[in-house]
């Protein structure tokens, strides 16, 4: 069993920055996949970036590409998100997720994740 603790959300103005962690449980911390997702109300959870189990390889979503930057530290069962020049539309509630039977998908679905966090609320203001 695996639990995911999400810290660092806040209110930033637009243009600013922010960097999320995840913290995990767990024995094999550095097979398992994981990745962001966020979510506003109305509207499916979208992919933001994700990171294979050793933190090799990366991917992010179109939307943040240039500007966000995924890493974790296995040492310490983190993982992390830097966001930089935020934009009012990245207001959402960001998930933290694990797969422990997918070590990396560039293009991850929330349905393949085993775990998530409970969501930090992120708000970007003009």
């Known amino acids: 069993q695996v639990q995911l603790v999400e810290s660092g959300g806040g209110l930033v103005q637009a243009g600013g920055s922010l960097r999320l962690s995840c913290a995990a449980s767990g024995r094999t911390f550095g097979n398992y996949g994981m990745s962001w997702f966020r979510q506003v109300p109305g509207k499916e959870r979208e992919f933001v970036a994700t990171?294979?189990?050793?933190?090799?390889?990366?991917s992010y979503g179109d939307s943040v590409k240039g500007r966000f930057t995924i890493s974790r530290d296995n040492a310490q069962k983190m993982m992390f998100l830097q966001m930089s020049s935020l934009k009012l539309e990245d207001t959402a509630v960001y998930y933290c997720a694990a797969a422990d039977r997918m070590y990396y998908n560039p293009y991850p679905r929330p349905d393949e994740y085993d775990y998530w966090g409970q969501g930090t609320q992120v708000t970007v203001s003009s």
């Open positions: 990171i294979s189990g050793g933190g090799e390889r990366t």
